[in-house]
């Protein structure tokens, strides 16, 4: 992977050197080949290591600035400089003429570092979309940071201590999202987030709104036209500057539109995709529409229980921190299969959902709307107590449904988003230990999705929720997912559909367009009606999600391998023993998928554990 480490604020009586940040480097870096630029001066000392990613490292008697990341600048000479000498040549100019600011003409995915020596200050930022990452914490007076949690671990004043709050977050969600991290004390910048750290402390501020447009009233056909040029320039990027690109294809419309745009861009189009041999699993077909239909040069893999066994404790061990999302095993073996294909650079869809409102908690969500648009004495004088307390209701169908839809239409969003969380759907003290809940703010995670919920500029709901999806499920889980399997696996990854130009005109799509009626992104589909097959714009999402549930009924390998690692989790003290045992028994009975994502999280807490620990 590519590496980006260092600190600020050095004492003088006691200051690192080259060998401790040679030491940081190589807690995450895998590649002895790679080569590693670092200078240390002033206090100051900030290295890169460059590997399927750019990284760039610049450094003259006032300045010192590191970065890695996808970066696209707006203004064409300092493109042209960032090509001839390096991003960090062209951020120390643009710095240089306007300060921070020159953060807002940085287009694609960035992590960089700048030690202004003149001003006694250091600046960390990340891209507005949160692509790259960037982890930091105080020590000693000091400000370390590196794009691993490693790295900072590595550092000789850095203490690592596992949060609890931070393992009741990932049981949330999955993972842990920023700016937690697995340890006491570190932190990770949160999207187009800027830190600076002078005099000892830090200040943070967001540098990157988003404005979203609730309503709007240019023609459709305007706005379409508009699409295909940021899609256009979007995917163009990536192909100006590399040769050796490539697309992931699920067979969906997100990865089936990148192919098309990189069809008509190029002539021609090599797609990689993964397939399953379970039912309900399985997107061979739809990928296979799309190659079809591009006559792309397509490369496929099918994914099988072994392979699972075989990687999974190396992919659990590649994070910096605990991951749960299952999909990431097939992300690592498609982006294998990419990389095996001599392909260094992939193109990936993800996003779409996010900025045009594809996810059915969308659609669902407005149903729940209808009913606190009932006139208030109507709800609660009238069909409340009715339904609620109608005798025997809980044995009538009709009215069980209408109950539930009532208590869940009652609950404010985002709170609502939730009521299917694992950790809502019975008491934490059935789950979790007195001992591990002693201390946890349950709350918490919560109140984390209110805050940003709340900072949407915007009044619509659907605006609202694409915003709070732009940050937990997009930046602290799937860009997490694809980034980190694509690394293992060697391989550059670019996102064309949070390219900001694209993002920007999605937020001034109308409401009514993105979702019209119960469609979800009728505008992204309609804009796309003339580009893609009718049956990739009418099939249902899938995306690369594992049938581990399933499997483990089936494969005995995985399965043990499964009871293994809950028995020693057990013993951590996290979750009560009778809770770990009763999945075992519900897994058989019940719902296989639904349970099944409760063991994998719980397996990959364990593996993570075990190599980090």
């Known amino acids: 992977m590519s590496t980006l480490a260092g600190w600020a604020g050095a004492p003088q009586s006691n200051i690192p050197g080259p060998a401790e940040l040679q030491q940081m480097l190589a807690a995450s870096w895998r590649d002895a080949t790679a080569p590693m630029q670092l200078h240390a001066a002033n206090g100051c ?10 990284a760039s490292l610049y450094h003259d008697e006032d300045l010192l600035i590191a970065m890695t990341g996808n970066v696209y600048w707006e203004d064409a000479a300092l493109q042209q400089l960032a090509s001839a ?6 951020a120390a100019q643009a710095f240089r003429r ?8 940085m287009n694609g995915s960035f992590a960089l570092a700048i030690c202004d020596a003149r001003q006694g200050r250091t600046l960390l930022a990340i891209d507005p979309m949160g692509i790259e990452k960037l982890c930091y914490t105080l020590a000693q007076g ?3 940071f590196g794009n691993s949690l490693q790295c900072l671990k590595a550092h000789p004043d850095v203490s690592a201590s596992i949060s609890k709050q931070a393992i009741f977050d990932y049981f949330y969600y999955h993972t842990i999202p920023a700016p937690r991290t697995i340890y006491e004390g570190m932190f990770k910048l949160e999207p187009g987030e800027l830190l600076i750290f002078a005099n000892g402390s830090i200040s ?14 240019a023609p459709v056909e305007e706005l379409v036209s508009e699409f295909h040029r940021a899609l256009k320039d979007s995917v163009g990027r990536p192909l100006q500057l590399f040769d050796d690109v490539g697309a992931f294809l699920s067979g969906g419309t997100d990865s089936s539109c990148v192919t098309a745009a990189v069809t008509q861009a190029s002539g ?4 990689f995709s993964i397939g399953f041999d379970a039912e309900g699993y399985d997107e061979s077909e739809y990928a296979r529409i799309t190659v079809d239909r591009f006559k792309t040069e397509h490369h ?12 999974l404790p190396t992919v659990a061990a590649y994070y910096d921190e605990p991951f749960g999302n299952a999909s990431a095993v097939p992300a690592y073996f498609c982006a294998r299969l990419a990389r095996e294909a001599g392909i260094r650079n992939l193109l990936a869809g993800d996003g779409g959902d996010e900025i045009f409102g594809g996810n059915t908690r969308y659609v669902k969500q407005k149903v729940f709307e209808y009913w606190t648009r009932l006139p208030a004495p109507l709800r609660t004088a009238l069909i409340e107590p009715l339904v609620m307390h109608f005798p025997l209701g809980e044995r009538i169908a009709p009215l069980r449904k209408l109950r539930s839809y009532i208590a869940q239409a009652n609950v404010p969003l985002p709170d609502r988003l939730e009521t299917y969380n694992f950790l809502h759907r019975e008491p934490l003290t059935d789950i979790f230990s007195p001992d591990f809940l002693r201390g946890i703010d349950v709350d918490a995670p919560l109140a984390a999705q209110r805050k940003v919920y709340g900072e949407a500029d915007c009044a619509s709901s659907l605006n609202r929720m694409l915003f709070l999806d732009m940050k937990f499920t997009l930046a602290d889980n799937d860009l997490r997912k694809v980034n980190g399997m694509c690394e293992l696996a060697g391989v550059n ?5 949070i390219d900001l130009e694209m993002v920007r005109f999605a937020a001034r799509v109308p409401v009514d367009m993105k979702i019209k009626g119960h469609k979800l992104r009728w505008f992204f589909k309609h804009a796309l009606k003339d580009t893609l097959a009718p049956e990739t714009l009418t099939k249902s999402k899938h995306g690369f999600g594992l049938p581990f549930g399933v499997w483990m009924n089936d494969f005995p390998a995985l399965h043990q391998m499964a009871v293994d690692n809950l028995e020693r989790l057990k013993a951590r003290g996290y979750l009560r023993p009778e809770y770990i045992d009763s999945l075992w028994t519900r897994h058989g009975a019940e719902h296989s998928s639904y349970y099944g994502t409760m063991i994998w999280i719980c397996m990959m807490l364990e593996q993570w554990l075990e190599a980090h620990t």
Do not use: I, W
């Open 85 to 90: 000498q390096g991003d960090a040549h062209a």
């Open 45 to 54: 000392a900030a290295a890169v290591v460059c590997g399927p990613k750019p």
């Open 142 to 144: 000091q400000l370390v």
């Open 98 to 105: 306007g300060g921070e600011r020159f953060l807002a003409g």
């Open 493 to 497: 990854v670019h996102y064309p559909l």
């Open 300 to 311: 496929h893999y099918y994914v099988t229980p072994q392979d699972v066994v075989d990687a």
């Open 268 to 271: 021609k189009a090599r797609t």
């Open 204 to 217: 943070r501020s967001k540098y990157a709104p988003m404005p979203f447009q609730d309503t709007g009233n």
